[in-house]
C-alpha cells in the first residue's frame, strides 16, 4: 500500500511539473522565506532575556525559566509565525493581490503593508535588476 501511494505521489508531481506550459519566475517573493531564517537566529537572545525576567520578576530558577521561554519562543516562532504568513497571503491573494503600482507614498506604503505577506513584483521599480544581460 505504501509503495503504491508513494508511487502515486510521485506520478502526479511529474504530471503537474510537465503541465505547464510557461514557467515564470516573477510571481513575486513569499516574505516568510525572507522572515523566518532571522527570526530563528533571534530566538536564543529573546529566550535568554525573557527567562531573565521570569528569573528576577517571578523568582524563577534559571533552569526552569529558560526551558519555559525556549518551549514558548518555539512554538510561536515555528507555528505561528508560519500560520499568521499564511492566513494573510490568503487574504492578501483573495482581496487585495493586484498591483496597483509604487507612484506615491501612499502606494509604497499600502504595498509594503497590506502586500506584506507576498511581496509583488514591480518590475520598473526593479532599477535594471529585472532583466538579464543578453
Known amino acids: 500500500m505504501r509503495v503504491l501511494l508513494g508511487r502515486s505521489a510521485v506520478l502526479v508531481a511529474a504530471i503537474v511539473l510537465l503541465w505547464s506550459a510557461d514557467a515564470r519566475a516573477d510571481i513575486g517573493l513569499p516574505m516568510v522565506a525572507v522572515y523566518l531564517p532571522p527570526a530563528w537566529l533571534c530566538f536564543i537572545p529573546i529566550v535568554v532575556l525573557e527567562a531573565s525576567v521570569g528569573v528576577v520578576r517571578a523568582k524563577l530558577p534559571m533552569p526552569r525559566a529558560l526551558i519555559a521561554q525556549a518551549v514558548a519562543n ?22 487585495c493581490g493586484g498591483a496597483i503600482g509604487l507612484d506615491s507614498l501612499a502606494k509604497r506604503a499600502y504595498a509594503v503593508t497590506i502586500q506584506a505577506p ?17
Request: proline letters at 8%; aromatic letters at 10%; glycine letters at 12%.
Open 74 to 95: 518555539g512554538l510561536s516562532t515555528g507555528v505561528g509565525l508560519p500560520v499568521t504568513w499564511i492566513v494573510l497571503a490568503v487574504i492578501q491573494l483573495n482581496c
Open 118 to 134: 507576498w511581496l509583488i513584483p514591480y518590475e520598473s521599480d526593479l532599477g535594471g535588476w529585472s532583466r538579464l544581460p543578453s
